[in-house]
């Protein structure tokens, strides 16, 4: 996991060239490296570099209406689903992600099928009714 000094989202290592969106302190990026089948992959994230929802201000969470706002107009007539990354694990040093809060916006629908298959993957038994 890539941590602060090596965060693809802080400044000097922001590539400025894949900002959609900027507020107060938010962004909306464009995935550099987005999900094998879109070209529509974008990511929220804090500027100011929080590994966790429970660093924020709630001055920081009153711009999430901004870019609830901005993703429905940019998604427009498409579903689209988002989750949240928290990385709970410090020593994970695989580099595919980092420790900055970030949120993804992907068009589509989720399937629960997806779900499983990847909490399953993680060694997670799922009991299906």
């Not at 992959?41 to 929080?50: E, K, R, S």
């Not at 609830?68 to 689209?80: I, R």
Request: proline content about 5%; overall charge negative.
């Amino acid at each position: 996991m890539l941590g602060r000094d090596q965060c693809p989202f802080c400044e000097p290592q922001l590539d400025r060239d894949y900002i959609l969106w900027e507020g107060k302190s938010w962004r909306i990026v464009y995935n550099k490296y987005p999900y094998v089948g879109t070209h529509e992959h974008l990511m929220v994230v804090p500027i100011a570099h929080h590994k966790f929802a429970s660093e924020f201000s709630p001055d920081e969470w009153i711009e999430m209406g901004e870019i609830h706002h901005f993703m429905e107009k940019f998604f427009f007539d498409k579903l689209y689903f988002s989750f949240t990354r928290e990385n709970f694990h410090e020593n994970i040093a695989d580099g595919r992600s980092v420790e900055h809060w970030h949120m993804h916006f992907l068009p589509g629908k989720l399937e629960g099928k997806f779900l499983r298959k990847m909490l399953e993957g993680q060694g997670f038994s799922i009991i299906q009714d």
